[in-house]
């Protein structure tokens, strides 16, 4: 089974589309799909589909949704034949959508997850960058982020859970695109920085490490002026919105930029804007 859900939400077992057009049936796959391989209980799913008041028939409604969804499992194995697109054996449906204690199971088999991917490459750039490897890091970390199309579940009606997920998806997202960055600043690459890095701070505009890296990719290029204004933009929106001060590591990072030092990164600003802080101030405008 392949599974996408990092854009738009895609589950195909042996190369046949099995994604419901419905979207309570559609919410109820994508969850699973989400945790293939994992027991998702039957609560997590009734407060995905109606928060914490679900009708006293959810659970009928609920094994009604996954009825459809293996007879879609079904209807795509008769479309294919016995022999799937891509090539495999077909499995039972029952076999692929199961029913366990407490909950139902999507079992993907041997096939493909982009989440499990990602986080499998995003992984593998994280210790290349702990290790000083650099290059191999950024190059990593650019191979998982390829794997977003688009927003997580961009075309599903999210409840609760999903909506939970989605977040946390996002902000592994944000981070491998952070430490990408930091590992293309390390190799130099400041100007080709730039314009993403202009776009990122307008986005997250009380985002420090994304401000300190467009700070230092505008410095090393030979734009003090304009890192100090990013500066004096993220204090002035920090005091205003959230009464905060930059952190001690941004504070330092200006102060190298006011004295004109040759090498900001000599102690790299990045220690004190690590970005797996829990205290990060992540608020997208617009």
Sequence with gaps: MDIEVLGALSVRENGAQITPTAPKPRQVLALLALHADQVVPVSALMEELWGANPPRTARTTLQTYIL???ELITAARERSGVQGLGGGK???AKDVLMTMPGGYLLSSGDGRSDVRMFDHLAGLGYRAMDAG???????QLREALTLWSGAAFADVQAGAQLEMEIKRLHESRLCALERRIEAELHLGRHREALAELTVLVNRYRTHESLHAQFMLALYRSGRR???????RR???TLVRDLGLEPTAGLRRLQQYILAADDDPAGESPFAALSVHAA???LAPTG
Excluded at 133 to 139: C, K, M, S, V, Y
Excluded at 225 to 231: C, G, I, K, N, T
């Design 279 to 281: 205290k990060e101030r």
């Design 90 to 92: 077909w499995r039972a």
């Design 234 to 236: 993220l204090r002035a």
């Design 68 to 70: 459809q969804l293996r």
């Design 133 to 139: 490897d650099f290059a191999g890091a950024a190059r």
């Design 225 to 231: 002026s304009e890192a100090l204004d990013v500066y």
